[in-house]
């Protein structure tokens, strides 16, 4: 049972323009949510995070966005740049859950010239 | 930011041996680290709970007998995957919470990763 997903194995996007990665949970009780960023052969590195008491967080060229309701979360770079071509693994946990992280599948962002 | 090292970085071995993947943490002491495998275009799977001078807590589906984790300091974490066959072959990952940390789940550091692949 996937509780953490992202439907879209990959997307490509223009140098310069908006790069939009989704993710969706299924457990309500997961009250953390994080994107890590990872290369090929390496382990994921922490891009930001948001707790759910927040609907938004920015952190540079990084927006992520929280929706309650829909159990959907989103991840914004404007503008994106080649060198964020990587994969984007999107994780959730939750109070009292010791830290465990469950992952997405990631999206594999292509950032093109 | 904090450093989680993890060795070796590849390892290629035969079916029926063990093979030992040690993960560090360089500039923080870690009372927790968290094992990892992830499968080709996969998600990244949470194999273990490995707790300083104590008993690592293993998720559903995974056997301890054949994923043994030791957490003998706070630095250093291992996993070794005892009798391993081709199906093993996978790419371990670690991660590790600064013993100072909050709850704050972006303090968990992950390690470059260990490629198993087993002839």
């Known amino acids: 049972d996937q509780q953490v997903k992202q439907n879209s194995p990959s997307l490509s996007v223009q140098e310069g323009r908006i790069s939009i990665l989704n993710c969706d949970y299924t457990?309500?009780?997961?009250?953390?949510f994080l994107w890590y960023k990872k290369y090929p052969a390496e382990g994921p590195t922490f891009l930001i995070s948001?707790?759910?008491?927040?609907d938004k967080n920015e952190d540079g060229r990084f927006t992520v966005f929280l929706n309650k309701s829909a159990k959907h979360l989103s991840l914004h770079i404007v503008p994106s740049q080649p060198g964020d071509s990587a994969v984007y693994f999107c994780?959730?946990?939750?109070?009292?859950?010791?830290?465990?992280?469950?992952f997405g599948t990631g999206t594999q962002l292509k950032v093109e010239l | 930011g904090a450093v989680v090292s993890q060795h070796p970085s590849r390892v290629i071995c035969k079916s029926g041996t063990s093979v030992k993947i040690e993960c560090r943490s360089l500039?923080?002491?870690?009372?927790?680290m968290f094992w990892y495998r992830q499968f080709p275009k996969q998600s990244l799977m949470l194999m273990a709970t490995?707790?300083?001078?104590?008993?690592?807590?293993?998720e559903q589906g995974v056997e301890k007998d054949k994923f043994l984790i030791n957490h003998a300091s706070l630095t250093l974490s291992t996993l070794t995957v005892t009798s391993a066959h081709p199906e093993d072959s996978s790419f371990y990952i670690c991660?590790?919470?600064?013993?100072?940390?909050?709850?704050?789940?972006?303090?968990?550091?992950f390690g470059e990763g260990s490629r198993l692949t087993v002839l």
């Open positions: 991660s590790a919470r600064d013993r100072a940390g909050g709850v704050n789940t972006g303090e968990l550091f």
């Open positions: 457990n309500s009780m997961f009250d953390y």
């Open positions: 948001i707790s759910s008491i927040k």
């Open positions: 994780a959730a946990s939750f109070t009292g859950g010791g830290n465990k992280l469950t």
């Open positions: 500039d923080f002491q870690a009372t927790t």
């Open positions: 490995s707790n300083e001078g104590s008993k690592a807590t293993y």
